[in-house]
């Protein structure tokens, strides 16, 4: 499966931004992490795509919405009241199976990301 992102960019603190990943094929559990200069990947948000199960990291609740379009397989991150420490690169992830996990390592497929730098 390839994953692509897009939506990224640069936006004053408060403000808001859509990030869109687009999959070549139907996947069972995908969902948006965010990457730290020199540390690891982080765990923001994810859906079961058969479900409306969807689950959030408490640090973005309320600000962030992850939502898809299983028809258009394509994944969404309404992000809202972006803030400083937002300042990160974002990536989409998925895997064929059903899973709630939080570790990047439990995703198979990734995206290349997208910068999102908020000032």
């Known amino acids: 499966v390839q994953l692509v992102e897009s939506g990224g960019g640069s936006v004053q603190a408060g403000g808001s931004l859509r990030l869109s990943c687009v999959a070549s094929?139907?996947?069972?559990?995908w969902g948006w992490f965010r990457q730290f200069p020199g540390q690891g990947r982080e765990y923001i948000a994810s859906?079961?795509?058969?479900?409306?199960?969807?689950n959030y990291v408490d640090s973005v609740k309320g600000r962030f919405t992850i939502s898809r379009d299983n028809g258009k397989k394509t994944l969404f991150l309404d992000m809202n009241r972006l803030q400083v420490e937002d300042t990160a690169t974002y990536y989409c992830?998925?895997?064929?199976?059903?899973?709630?996990?939080?570790?990047?390592?439990?995703?198979?497929?990734w995206g290349q990301g997208t910068q999102v730098t908020v000032s």
């Open positions: 859906v079961l795509t058969a479900s409306s199960r969807i």
């Open positions: 094929a139907p996947v069972f559990t």
């Open positions: 992830a998925a895997v064929y199976r059903w899973t709630e996990s939080q570790n990047p390592g439990d995703l198979t497929f």
